[in-house]
């Protein structure tokens, strides 16, 4: 852990690339992301630092996450998808305590499975603090995240630089992409069948209690 010169603001928590790898040196925005073109059956790692140039120590959680990157708009997805890069991906540590103005370099390991699937895979590692709200440290939950563009095999590579860059896939990479839409969508039209349904039986209800009373009377 290393110490930072104090800050002239408030401070908050940070996050970047340590050092690009050797094998991603001339690879564009390598400075910046974790970009590597990944072969089945390989690992591979990269340094992080993560900083705190607050006034309070402050206890961080890092960890990796899927992410989309539809019409040139990357978007994080907050869970693991399977077989994809989020699921191949570990950080050491998991969780810190950093002191006031210090940081910290974290490992980035990234564990390709044989039977991976070429094509673009997103991801994003977090890291990521909850504190109680001061004058000097950050207040609430507040995280920081680095992207990950990585490339399968010999799928093409997406340019991070133009915002109307899209992606192709088939209806597989769809559903995977669009997982966490899915699912709330089913949970809605669940919850609206049962309350339809209790509708629609508590109306019957009344008709048959009102027929029951006409007859009554006559």
Known sequence: ???????????????????????????????????????????????????NTTNSKINVSLYPASATYINGVFQPIE??????????????????QLAPHSELVATVTIKVPANAVSGQQYGIVWAATSTSPNSNALGGISRVGIRMYDQVGDANPVSTSSPSTSTSGDATS?????????????????FLLIIFIGWNTARRERRRAKKNRRKQRD
């Open 79 to 96: 869970k693991i998808l399977p077989n994809g890069v989020a699921s191949w991906t570990s950080v050491e540590p998991k969780s810190a």
């Open 1 to 51: 852990m290393h110490t930072l010169p104090p800050a002239s603001g408030p401070g908050g928590l940070g996050l970047r690339i340590a050092e690009v790898p050797t094998e991603v040196q001339d690879t564009p925005y390598a400075n910046a992301y974790i970009v590597f073109k990944l072969s089945p059956a390989h690992t591979y790692s990269e340094k992080i630092v993560v900083s």
């Open 174 to 190: 769809w559903l995977s992409d669009h997982i966490v839409e899915i699912e709330w969508l089913a949970v809605s039209l669940f």
